[in-house]
């Protein structure tokens, strides 16, 4: 079923593993969610959907990602993007790249890594990168 979610979409998923029982999963869910809400006045080519997983429920996908804690992010980006270089937190699945979140739990940092990350994925138009020089804060 998540496969279908992720790959129904035509777009790029960012999907956060969380743990009931986990106070740091509870405190960073709504930082993501609003990091989310602003990501989405951006046009990196392809729609952004945000997907939550429980990653106890769930652990065959936990490992599947290498998403080792909780709380956990990825992104996945949308199949036909060309990919970018690999780096240590970077692996393909499915010839996907697939970036893992590994900053500080902070909803700047999260949308920032994010808008870099899909920013250098989007089909380039000719016209210069949007910036997330100013991210917004709740």
């Not at 998403?67 to 949308?78: F, M, N, R, Y």
């Not at 993007?81 to 690999?86: E, G, H, N, Q, Y």
């Not at 699945?93 to 893992?100: E, F, G, P």
């Amino acid at each position: 079923h998540f496969d279908e979610l992720v790959h129904g979409l035509g777009g790029h998923s960012l999907v956060e593993f969380h743990a009931p029982w986990c106070e740091s999963c509870g405190a960073f869910s709504p930082m993501v969610e609003q990091a989310v809400l602003g990501l989405r006045r951006y046009d990196f080519g392809y729609p952004l959907q945000f997907l939550r997983v429980d990653g106890d429920e769930l652990g065959s996908l936990r490992s599947r990602f290498k998403v080792l804690e909780a709380p956990g992010l990825i992104i996945i980006p949308q199949a036909s993007v060309a990919s970018i270089p690999a780096v240590d937190t970077r692996y393909h699945l499915n010839d996907t790249m697939v970036m893992k979140y590994e900053g500080p739990l902070e909803q700047a940092a999260v949308f920032a890594w994010v808008h870099n990350d899909l920013e250098m994925r989007r089909p380039h138009s000719g016209e210069p990168p949007e910036s997330a020089s100013s991210p917004p804060l709740n």
